[in-house]
């Protein structure tokens, strides 16, 4: 592995399948590729996403797993914890807390990224409720829950120790201040979003949509002309 040495195992947290891949997928081909474990945790089944009103919603939530499941295959992922949760009714409950919580301790992470709890009214779009809410209770479970073996005591009598988090990336957030050069990874990135196709509706589009994203997300990390990259912001809780 190059650069940090002490990252070997990293856990996504999100609400809907394709969160993960739309906001760091880039960096998540790059992880695998120098050696790191990655874990994706997912709330919901994304039941309520896309337009097509021809398909029941219980067959939706499957094409979906489905459909993440191959992204996740793209970037060197296998390991994806379904939480279950109705799309489009998160909250910030203690039982969310709870499961996710579960997941930390049995994929025991160095770094969690997750969404931004707060709403963002330059881009109102990553501030959908359900990213809020997960990102809320996500940073919950990193701190008190998942370390605090008195947290949820049910974890402890199914055999889930605590475990302390080092450090949360936010996705989505303002101000971002970590960026992952994905200049390598951008078309691995490209092909994991093309497994999502129940909700590209244009995905010629989005890769032009994209690759402008991602190539002035490397202007602001001050990279050089050509390169990509994908934007955080940290949290230390160690």
Same mark, same amino acid.
């Given at each position: 592995?190059?650069?940090?040495?002490?990252?070997?195992? &990293?856990?996504?947290?999100?609400?809907? +399948?394709?969160?993960?891949?739309?906001?760091? $997928?880039?960096?998540?081909?790059?992880? /695998?590729?120098?050696?790191?474990?990655?874990?994706?945790?997912?709330?919901?089944?994304? #039941? $309520?996403?896309?337009?097509?009103?021809?398909?029941?919603?219980?067959?939706?939530?499957?094409? %979906? %797993?489905?459909?993440?499941?191959?992204? @996740?295959?793209?970037?060197?992922? /296998?390991?994806?914890?379904?939480?279950?949760?109705?799309?489009?009714?998160?909250?910030?409950?203690?039982?969310? %807390?709870?499961?996710?919580?579960?997941?930390?301790?049995?994929?025991?992470?160095?770094?969690?990224?997750?969404?931004?709890?707060?709403?963002?009214?330059?881009?109102?779009?990553?501030?959908?409720?359900?990213?809020?809410? &997960?990102?809320? @209770?996500?940073?919950?479970?990193?701190?008190?829950?998942?370390?605090?073996?008195?947290?949820?005591?049910?974890?402890?009598?199914?055999?889930?120790? +605590?475990?302390?988090?080092?450090?949360?990336?936010?996705?989505?957030?303002?101000? +971002?201040?970590?960026? /992952?050069?994905?200049?390598?990874?951008? #078309?691995?990135?490209?092909?994991?979003?093309?497994?999502? @196709?129940?909700?590209?509706?244009?995905?010629? @589009?989005?890769?032009?949509?994209? %690759?402008?994203?991602?190539?002035?997300?490397?202007?602001? $990390?001050?990279? +050089?002309?050509?390169?990509?990259?994908?934007?955080?912001?940290?949290?230390? /809780?160690?």
């Amino acid at each position: 592995m190059t650069g940090e040495p002490d990252i070997e195992r &990293v856990l996504v947290v999100v609400a809907h +399948p394709d969160d993960v891949d739309f906001s760091s $997928a880039g960096s998540i081909a790059r992880w /695998t590729s120098e050696g790191r474990a990655v874990a994706y945790c997912i709330a919901t089944d994304g #039941d $309520a996403g896309g337009s097509d009103a021809s398909i029941s919603r219980a067959d939706l939530a499957q094409l %979906r %797993r489905r459909e993440q499941t191959a992204a @996740a295959a793209v970037l060197g992922v /296998t390991d994806i914890h379904w939480l279950g949760y109705p799309d489009g009714r998160l909250e910030s409950t203690l039982e969310l %807390r709870r499961d996710i919580s579960r997941v930390i301790r049995v994929v025991r992470p160095q770094r969690v990224l997750c969404s931004s709890p707060d709403r963002d009214f330059t881009r109102i779009f990553v501030s959908h409720p359900d990213h809020l809410a &997960v990102g809320d @209770a996500a940073l919950s479970a990193v701190y008190p829950d998942a370390r605090n073996q008195f947290a949820h005591p049910e974890l402890l009598a199914e055999g889930y120790e +605590p475990w302390s988090v080092p450090e949360v990336w936010l996705l989505g957030a303002g101000d +971002p201040d970590r960026f /992952t050069d994905i200049t390598d990874h951008i #078309d691995r990135k490209l092909e994991a979003l093309l497994c999502h @196709a129940s909700q590209l509706p244009d995905p010629d @589009a989005m890769r032009v949509r994209l %690759r402008e994203h991602a190539a002035e997300t490397a202007r602001l $990390a001050a990279l +050089p002309d050509g390169s990509y990259a994908e934007a955080f912001r940290f949290v230390g /809780t160690a």
